[in-house]
């Protein structure tokens, strides 16, 4: 099994930073993906970025050039750099572990930007 701890999150205003990171620990194998999603209210759950363990990483079109998704293989970490914050990136964010046979969810931390 795969567990994972988020944190990071919190309030900020528009225009603010902040960075969100992920560890997974357990049985984690070398070929995996680890994602970031969010939720609004009222909302579905969409995907923010994703990073593979080689590298190869993905955005969602309204974050691109705001959000920098990066990770540190040697601590199975994750991590979301969000710049010039808005305030439609209000959601609670999740963190996303898969591998050819796991696929496990973070519990979410809360991202509240204020205008």
């Known amino acids: 099994q795969v567990q994972l701890v988020e944190s990071g999150g919190g309030l900020v205003q528009a225009g603010g930073s902040l960075r969100l990171s992920c560890a997974a620990s357990g049985s984690i194998r070398s070929i995996n993906t680890m994602s970031w999603y969010r939720q609004a209210p009222g909302k579905q759950r969409e995907l923010v970025a994703s990073?593979?363990?080689?590298?190869?990483?993905d955005y969602a079109d309204s974050v691109k050039g705001r959000f920098t998704i990066s990770r540190d293989n040697a601590k199975n970490t994750v991590y979301l750099q969000m710049n010039s914050l808005k305030p439609e990136d209000t959601a609670v964010y999740y963190c996303n572990f898969r591998s050819p046979d796991i696929n496990v969810w973070g519990k979410g931390t809360l991202v509240t930007v204020s205008s």
């Open positions: 990073i593979s363990s080689r590298g190869w990483n």
